[in-house]
């Protein structure tokens, strides 16, 4: 089986110094290696490319096979980390909260704890509220593509 830590290691080396980061990583019993990566300037195919021939380079199918897919975490995905949250600033975003509560917004500040969402209100004569929640309340977040 294909090492976890030796495949993340390998992504923050090559990653580091560049606004590209880590966001999640699986690897299954199948050895199927999927790696998500997001940046605070988005992400561009060469981007998956180079990742995908440096985690390549590492290994040896001959030694064990592999199956690699090296990913833009997109539009519709889970936000996993802080750094995710940060980069949507201004974005709408949906969040469920680990007691099943609904929240829809503006994302408008984050910081290492927790995160202030502008509450979109129910009907168009309501003020808007803001909400602090923090990242141990969160089940799930996502970004909403408002059109």
Do not use: H, W
């Not at 984050?110 to 995160?115: H, N, S, T």
């Amino acid at each position: 089986m294909i090492d976890k830590e030796k495949v993340i290691s390998i992504v923050n080396e090559e990653l580091e110094g560049s606004d590209l980061f880590l966001v999640d990583l699986k690897i299954g019993k199948d050895n199927k290696i999927s790696v998500f990566i997001d940046g605070d300037n988005g992400v561009m195919i060469q981007n998956c490319i180079d990742l995908s021939r440096k985690i390549e380079g590492n290994f040896d199918r001959e030694v064990e096979d592999f199956e690699l897919s090296v990913l833009s975490s997109g539009v519709g995905e889970p936000l996993m980390n802080v750094r995710q949250y940060k980069k949507n600033i201004g974005r709408y975003i949906s969040i469920v909260t680990n007691d099943g509560q609904k929240i829809e917004g503006e994302l408008v500040s984050v910081d290492e704890d927790k995160i202030l969402v502008r509450e979109t209100p129910k009907k168009k004569k309501d003020t808007p509220v803001e909400r602090e929640i923090a990242f141990t309340d969160i089940k799930e977040g996502k970004i909403i593509i408002i059109f």
